[in-house]
């Protein structure tokens, strides 16, 4: 079956400091891809995008980085709150599909 | 002013019950989706909606059916509920080409 990313890590970071979340997606025609924030009893919300046009977008504290070469995807959190505590989750869009594909997340934990 | 609402939010039922999860979306997209969060999180596409046409139906017991009334509105419905069906059931929705809204999860629970 298809899949993005193989495991659920787990990424401790102290209060402040950066955080970098990893993800490897399957499909190499894949030509948009998102990262989710999912908070404990709720549903996975929007936090960036970025197309295959493109190798780096940058939001609020946030950056996604894209390298087709090898296929993976990062997003980097600046200046890490505790309120950044969740689960997060890379998914990918093949072109032509209406299917998004998710990988298994990321727990990321904020130290005080 | 709920963009992806579902009900119930918690199910606990029986093995072998029927049971319905109700989702609608007033963010006026054209696409619908159901997804199922397992224990281990990981969140596994099961079926789409295109303006009210099935569009993407994965490896599904044909026990889960799902219903689209009109294009705001993505139903699901269980029949004959196992243990393995307890999770957490997400819809959403998409303009396509875009991302997908979340609602906030129907967990259902089968005893």
């Known amino acids: 079956g298809e899949s993005v990313g193989l495991h659920l890590p787990t990424l401790s970071v102290q209060e402040g400091d950066n955080s970098i979340i990893n993800c490897a997606y399957s499909?190499?025609?894949?030509?948009?891809f998102i990262w989710y924030k999912q908070e404990s009893g709720k549903g996975p919300q929007f936090i960036i995008d970025i197309r295959s046009n493109m190798d780096k977008r940058q939001g609020q504290r946030v950056t996604v980085l894209l390298n087709k070469t090898v296929k993976h995807l990062s997003l980097q959190i600046a200046a890490t709150q505790p309120g950044d505590s969740a689960v997060y989750f890379c998914?990918?869009?093949?072109?032509?599909?209406?299917?998004?594909?998710f990988g298994t997340g990321t727990r990321l934990k904020v130290l005080a | 002013d709920t963009a992806v609402s579902q009900t119930p939010k918690y199910l606990v039922t029986q093995m072998g019950n029927d049971k319905s999860i109700k989702c609608e979306q007033n963010l006026g997209h054209d696409t619908m989706y159901w997804y199922k969060q397992d224990s281990k999180k990981f969140l596994k596409i099961m079926f789409s909606y295109n303006n009210k046409e099935l569009i993407i139906n994965e490896t599904v017991p044909n026990r889960f059916s799902p219903k689209s009334p009109d294009k705001a509105h993505l139903n699901l419905h269980i029949n004959s509920l196992e243990l393995g069906d307890s999770a957490v059931y997400f819809c959403?929705?998409?303009?396509?080409?875009?991302?997908?809204?979340f609602g906030e999860g129907s967990r259902l629970t089968v005893l």
């Open positions: 499909n190499s025609a894949s030509d948009y």
């Open positions: 998914a990918e869009n093949p072109p032509g599909t209406y299917k998004y594909i």
């Open positions: 959403a929705s998409s303009r396509t080409g875009n991302e997908l809204f």
